[in-house]
Nanobody, 121 residues
Framework: VQLQASGGGLVQTGGSLRLSCAAS????????TAWFRQAPGKEREFVAA???????YYADSVKGRFTISRDNVKNTVYLEMNSLKPEDTAIYYC????????????????WGQGTLVTVSS
């Protein structure tokens, strides 16, 4: 199983980025998939999740700005990030789980390598 995250980069405050997470060895449409992020010196935190049925969940800090989606044909999950703020700067990780929980990193079995998002002020 491999999750490959991509799409990070440097963007100015108010800008947008789209992260992608492509999977091999598992099928996203039969699992719960999430994005987490970890800023320097901080714990990894939940950002957004999409379950096998397509329901979505967001952290309060990104609600209304970020959108998680999935392309079942490409077996890829996306995180569209708009109105970015300096506090969104972090390494973003995608993860997949077969458990019925969405916000706890401990419940995810498969992780991508992370992609760095830097938002300049």
């Amino acid at each position: 199983v491999q999750l490959q995250a991509s799409g990070g980069g440097l963007v100015q405050t108010g800008g947008s980025l789209r992260l992608s997470c492509a999977a091999s060895g598992l099928t996203f449409s039969s699992m719960n998939t999430a994005w987490f992020r970890q800023a320097p010196g901080k714990e990894r935190e939940f950002v957004a999740a999409i379950n096998w049925g397509g329901d979505t969940y967001y952290a309060d800090s990104v609600k209304g700005r970020f959108t998680i989606s999935r392309d079942n044909v490409k077996n890829t999950v996306y995180l569209e990030m708009n109105s970015l703020k300096p506090e969104d700067t972090a390494i973003y990780y995608c993860a997949a789980s077969s458990r019925e929980t969405y916000t706890s990193a401990r419940e995810y079995d498969y992780w991508g390598q992370g992609t760095l998002v830097t938002v300049s002020s």
